[in-house]
């Protein structure tokens, strides 16, 4: 069975910090795709960066970066210089190439404070 | 443009009353998703909907759910005889078609479904 593992519940940071999510996954497909969606208060689900499974530059989308080990079948979300509007909570998201069906990790909740 | 659009954005409604919750996907996109977020969980898959083809109804929780997708367009979720574990978030999310990193899913931003 396919499978995402967000292992952090809860974490929180300093703003202006760096704080790092963990999210595992395991599969036994080859191409894939990974995504981090951020759900702030509001409810809306916002996608926060993607990774194609068969590229293996990080994705990088200004303060967020990913740091993807497709062989330890790991994709972590690095934010950098966290501000309080990152507060939400992060879905880590897996989809098999060329399938619809979506595999979603139990969300970490972030919290940045002042 | 316009994103997923949802309604109600809340509903609040007595046990054993049906219920339909409205979903207008991004114009375009052919793929429609149904989710359930129960209280700090995660998402959990409802339905799955692409263009003409026949629904992928394997994440309904019970025959008391249904949706439909009508002229590839707007899907309406229905809930029958609504129990208090019904209560939830429910999302709607589309993208252009198949899972790609450029097709990503865009969600609406949700309904949220209190049974008393």
């Known amino acids: 069975a396919q499978t995402v593992t967000q292992s952090q519940p809860e974490m929180s940071v300093q703003e202006a910090e760096t704080v790092t999510l963990s999210c595992t996954y395991d599969?036994?497909?080859?191409?894939?795709?990974l995504f981090w969606y951020k759900q702030p208060p509001s409810r809306q689900m916002i996608l926060v960066i993607r990774?194609?499974?068969?590229?293996?530059q990080n994705a990088t989308e200004n303060r967020f970066s990913v740091n993807f080990q497709k062989a330890a079948k790991s994709f972590s979300l690095k934010i950098s210089d966290s501000q309080l509007g990152d507060t939400a909570m992060y879905f880590c998201?897996?989809?098999?190439?060329?399938?619809?069906?979506?595999?979603f990790g139990t969300g970490t909740r972030l919290k940045v404070l002042a | 443009g316009a994103g997923v659009s949802q309604s109600p954005s809340n509903k609040v409604t007595e046990k054993g009353k049906d219920v339909e919750l409205r979903c207008d996907p991004i114009?375009?996109?052919?793929?429609l998703y149904w989710y359930r977020q129960s209280l700090g969980q995660g998402l959990e898959f409802l339905i799955y909907?692409?263009?003409?083809?026949?629904?992928?109804k394997s994440g309904l929780p019970s025959d008391r759910f249904s949706a439909e997708r009508t002229g590839g367009s707007v899907s309406t979720l229905t809930i029958q005889r609504t129990q208090q574990e019904d209560s939830a978030v429910y999302l709607c999310?589309?993208?252009?078609?198949?899972?790609?990193?450029?097709?990503?899913?865009?969600f609406g931003d949700g309904t949220r479904l209190s049974i008393l």
């Open positions: 998201a897996f989809t098999p190439s060329g399938t619809y069906k979506y595999i």
């Open positions: 909907f692409q263009g003409n083809s026949a629904p992928d």
């Open positions: 999310a589309s993208s252009l078609g198949t899972a790609r990193a450029d097709q990503p899913q865009h």
């Open positions: 990774q194609e499974a068969y590229k293996q």
């Open positions: 599969t036994s497909e080859n191409n894939y795709y």
């Open positions: 114009s375009g996109h052919t793929a």
